[in-house]
Nanobody, 126 residues
């Protein structure tokens, strides 16, 4: 099973920013597409953004377009979260799917992802 190290969560006032990091531990991100998901207590994982390993293309849930940005380098995937609101409060997870296995219309569907990080708490309330 792949291992990730997630960091960057915390408490921020409404309108503030956070940058989440998802670092690969012991494997290369070059072979995996990465998604970020959020999960409220008792609810399903909800896809937020996705980034392709092979093309660098990305996809966002409509409600975060213009607010969140996903980027990556050789070893880490980042989620820049701006203009945070109380409703952005959740645990955020990164997840990996082998390159080429995700269908184009399901990159934000948790069922395509095999390996998950431990999660990092984001609290957008003052």
């Amino acid at each position: 099973q792949l291992q990730f190290v997630e960091s960057g969560g915390g408490l921020v006032q409404p309108g503030g920013s956070l940058r989440l990091s998802c670092a690969a531990s012991g494997f290369s991100l070059d072979y995996y597409d990465i998604g970020w998901f959020r999960q409220a207590s008792g609810k399903e994982h909800e896809g937020v953004p996705y980034i392709s390993s092979s093309t660098g293309s990305n996809n966002y849930a409509d409600y975060v377009k213009g607010q969140f940005t996903i980027t990556r380098d050789n070893a880490t995937v980042y989620l820049q979260m701006n203009s945070l609101r109380p409703e952005d409060t959740d645990v955020y997870y990164c997840a990996a799917a082998p390159v080429g296995l995700l269908c184009r219309l399901c990159v934000l569907d948790k069922r395509g992802y095999e390996d998950w990080g431990q999660g990092t708490q984001v609290n957008g309330s003052s």
